[in-house]
Nanobody, 132 residues
Framework: QVRLAESAGGSVQAGESLRLSCVVF????????WAWFRQAPGKEREGVAS?????????????YYTDSMKDRVTISRNSADDSVFLEINSMKPEDTAMYYC????????????????????WGQGTQVTVSS
């Protein structure tokens, strides 16, 4: 198990960019899938992006993005301290949500990365509000 702590999201204007950080406390393995999810009021939690860095024979670096945001988001990871980042460009009011960092310590990311039940470690979330 690890503890995940998201940075403060905050409020931004539509069109601006925002970079969220997730600090990781604890030991991690190379076979780990890191992901960002978000949940707006009254909606289900949805996957935004995921990243894993595994051995070459297991696919190496893998990144996945939700289709609705793939042209505006970038996920990245700092291997030195295992922190994970999510950058969102051209933010829209509909991006307003609680954003969560998650980790599946058992395997690298696969095509079912958007399923929240696959992740056994979650941060507490950080609120992002986009005003028009």
């Amino acid at each position: 198990q690890v503890r995940l702590a998201e940075s403060a999201g905050g409020s931004v204007q539509a069109g601006e960019s925002l970079r969220l950080s997730c600090v990781v406390f604890g030991s991690v393995y190379s076979r780990t899938c890191w992901a960002w999810f978000r949940q707006a009021p009254g909606k289900e939690r949805e996957g935004v992006a995921s990243i894993s860095v595994g051995p070459i024979y297991a696919g190496g670096i893998k990144e996945y993005y939700t289709d609705s945001m793939k042209d505006r988001v970038t996920i990245s990871r700092n291997s030195a301290d295992d922190s994970v980042f999510l950058e969102i460009n051209s933010m829209k009011p509909e991006d307003t949500a609680m954003y969560y960092c998650a980790a599946d310590l058992r395997r690298t990311c696969t095509t079912d990365w958007t399923d929240p039940s696959k992740y056994d470690n979650w941060g507490q979330g950080t609120q992002v509000t986009v005003s028009s």
